[in-house]
């Protein structure tokens, strides 16, 4: 912060709620992001001008938060509840008719995110259904948001698409270590099916 | 929360919101009064934003800025009503005195049309254009000045009221839209979200560009009118600003009352040539440079659905019909063409 940035009320509003003193402290946002992975690069300012680009949205148990097809326009942290991950296995035939079946994927819980490359990228589809899991709260940035906060806000706009570029990259690192893994299992099976074969 | 019991809320919720739209929409309607302040209000605080956000990424405390941006701009206003309304009624009330000017000039030149027919064609032209256009204007003019202090009483009315939406708009814009989105139910946040920022920045852009463009080609227009010394330059240079607002058929508005005083006005001095020359290089740099590095990359719509688009919004909502029918069709065509990629999901890549 330079020394023209003196002081703000919205500043001091933000320290009285990061006040240890203060009751509201766990319910503040900009705590709950600190404590997050993905912002430890942020600076206290830098946080507090994120959060004035989120919004905050309370989901039912079952509700759905998006359906795999759908084009993705936000990115999601979880603050409270869980959510669960569908995606749609191959469709099966049964007695004549084309039936969709979704498969469990995995459980996110909170400080968990979801969503992230529809911030990096304009309509792409999802790939899976995320539904809540018991009354859930998310906090969401969309792609609008990114676009405005790029022109009002340049330095904290490409840290938060650095940070999303980081946790793409470790998605993709460890795609590829478990691409690696599958090869490799399906070499050996097949070494040992041509060991079978010829004696 | 069972899914039936889950799907009704749901339901419920869309209901609500859209009643909640269509209400809105018929407040708007029926209440012009407070729509075409808070529209002004609108389109001004697009044009103010960038040079508010221009400021407000540096230190400076965003409502000390726009409070600074508000307060420029009614002084301009005031300055506008005290100093330029001045001139320009000074010029429109000798424009008035160069009335019966444009009568006998458009009386002698039927009288050598006539003769031209009767001599050339042996035809006698019996009905009088002229007369009936004469009355026509006197009529109308007439109702402009009768109606002209009600348009002051308005014009006074909103140059309090404006002001106050314009700085609500610039200073709490944002709080609103948060605040609105809040109750938009959870299937549609998205959507809604990504449209509604759409068509507020196709709008922005283009009345931005629009009021660059205009002010541009005003501006030319007066300094050369000044320059070739031809009469109501002021005048002019604001009657070809205002006009350009209107796709295709606006320079051809702005130049006929330039050329109607350049042939009534039997003054030696007045260039006629040198008024024609200046009209062709404002519109040629309008058209050359300025139109395609401003405005043709926000609008991308077929010229026949521009010219479709302004008939319709002229006919809807007249003068601000006309400005705001451009980015409407554009965001409409936005609008179709997303409900178009859902029905179809077409062009979409799947996320990894």
């Not at chain 2, 042939?263 to 008024?275: I, R």
């Not at chain 2, 440079?289 to 043709?296: D, E, Q």
């Not at chain 2, 029905?343 to 979409?348: C, M, P, R, T, W």
Request: proline content about 4%.
């Amino acid at each position: 912060m330079n020394s023209e940035e003196k002081v703000k009320i919205s500043m001091l509003k933000y320290f009285w709620q990061a006040s240890p003193l203060s009751l509201s402290r766990n319910k503040s946002l900009h705590l709950f992001l600190k404590k997050m992975e993905m912002f430890k690069d942020f600076g206290d300012y830098e946080i507090w001008t994120l959060t004035k680009y989120m919004h905050q949205r309370s989901y039912s148990h079952n509700e759905i938060i998006f359906k795999e097809g759908d084009f993705g326009l936000a990115f999601y942290i979880i603050h409270s509840g869980s959510v669960q991950i569908y995606a749609k296995k191959p469709d099966d035939l049964e007695e004549g008719f084309v039936v969709t079946k979704m498969t469990r994927i995995t459980e996110l819980n909170a400080y968990d995110y979801l969503g992230e490359l529809s911030l990096i990228d304009t309509h792409r589809k999802r790939t899976a259904t995320a539904l809540a899991n018991g009354n859930t709260v998310l906090i969401s940035i969309y792609k609008s948001d990114v676009d405005e906060m790029i022109r009002r806000h340049p330095v904290v706009a490409a840290k938060l698409i650095q940070s999303m570029a980081s946790v793409v990259a470790r998605r993709f690192v460890s795609v590829t270590e478990d691409l690696k893994l599958a090869k490799e299992k399906i070499f050996r099976l097949e070494n040992s099916n041509e060991s079978k074969i010829t004696p | 929360m069972n899914q039936k019991s889950l799907l009704k809320k749901n339901n419920i919720k869309k209901i609500y919101f859209s009643l909640l739209l269509v209400g809105i929409g018929f407040f708007l309607l029926f209440f012009p009064r407070v729509t075409l302040p808070l529209g002004i209000a609108y389109i001004l605080s697009l044009i103010l934003k960038p040079f508010v956000t221009l400021f407000e990424t540096s230190s400076w405390q965003k409502k000390i800025v726009i409070f600074s941006v508000t307060l420029l701009f009614l002084s301009f206003i005031t300055y506008f009503f005290i100093y330029a309304l001045d001139i320009i009624t000074n010029e429109t009330s000798n424009f008035e005195l160069y009335l019966p000017k444009l009568e006998i000039y458009f009386r002698e030149k039927y009288i050598e049309l006539q003769n031209f027919l009767l001599t050339k064609f042996k035809y006698k032209l019996d009905f009088d254009g002229v007369e009936l256009i004469i009355n026509y204007g006197r009529l109308y003019l007439k109702e402009i000045i009768i109606s002209f202090p009600k348009i002051f009483s308005t014009i006074f009315e909103y140059s309090f009221i404006i002001p106050i939406f314009l700085f609500f708009i610039l200073k709490d814009g944002r709080s609103f839209r948060k605040l609105f989105l809040k109750i938009v139910p959870n299937p549609w946040v998205e959507k809604f979200y990504y449209l509604t920022y759409q068509f507020n920045s196709k709008f922005g852009d283009y009345i931005l560009s629009k009021f660059v463009e205009a002010t541009i080609v005003g501006v030319i227009i007066t300094f050369g009118l000044l320059i070739i010394n031809y009469p109501f330059a002021l005048l002019l240079g604001l009657l070809a600003a205002v006009t350009n607002i209107f796709p295709y058929i606006g320079p051809v508005l702005g130049f006929i009352p330039a050329l109607v005083i350049g042939l009534v006005d039997n003054n030696p001095e007045t260039t006629l040539q040198g008024m024609v020359l200046l009209y062709i290089i404002a519109n040629a740099i309008d058209l050359a440079i300025v139109f395609p590095l401003l405005v043709s990359k926000i609008v991308n719509l077929h010229p026949v659905m521009v010219i479709i688009s302004v008939i319709i919004g002229s006919q809807i909502g007249g003068v601000i019909g006309m400005l705001i029918s451009i980015p409407l069709a554009a965001f409409l065509k936005l609008l179709f063409l997303e409900v178009y990629r859902e029905l179809y999901n077409q062009n979409g890549n799947n996320e990894v």
